[in-house]
């Protein structure tokens, strides 16, 4: 029962922050001139239409996931017009750039949250720090389920952010690349991202040097957030 209470703060968690991403996504698009995942549907915080253009992303894997390492990873997508962002990298930029700023609002929420949770005598600094642990409840009870839902939101945003901003195709983080370029190679770069053996790769990639990032980057945010109350290594 323990189990599944948790499985479905993470759920509830994973799907919200996902939908805020991807919506996010589909919000600046509108606003900068292609109405499609407007006209999609997409451009809402309601998880359903979400869930059923990547059900595979937004239930399976998630699933899958956390019945085998106990947390919750997948994905969602929100359509665009290819030939709008071509036409207008520096604006398809910023597109790429809405969903991972979105993941850190809620991340910087969840601290925000926690801040103020220590300061009431709500929550503490653990003595140990994980991936899904980094905050105490001083009670049980109601404050004992929002600890362990900021604890899963902090983290899990702060995943999000970092991942999704890694340059790598198909990231988001590799979508902002062309507003630092003139238009002509911001074009040049986009057909070349947009080659599917280049997503295929850059995935593996990706992976693989998010072991290496975002551990310490998670402990540096950790220390951040309880100094000078405590400090982790």
Known sequence: MEKLAEGLLWYIAFLFSTTLHEASHALAAYKLGDKTA???G???LDPIPHMRRQPMGTIVVPIISFLIGGWMIG???VPYDPHWAYNHPRSSAKMSA???AANL???????LAIRAGMVAGVFS???TIDFSHVIDSTSGGVFATMAAFINILFSLNLLLFIFNLLPIPPMDGSGIIPIFLTEERAQRYLELVHNPMFSFIGIILAWNIFDFVYSPLHLAFVNLLFYPYASYQ
Do not use: F, K, N, V
């Open 125 to 127: 600094p653990p003595d």
């Open 38 to 40: 407007y006209e999609g």
């Open 105 to 111: 609002l809620l991340a910087i929420l969840a601290a």
């Open 42 to 44: 997409q451009l809402t």
């Open 75 to 77: 994905w969602a997508s």
């Open 98 to 100: 809405a969903g991972p």
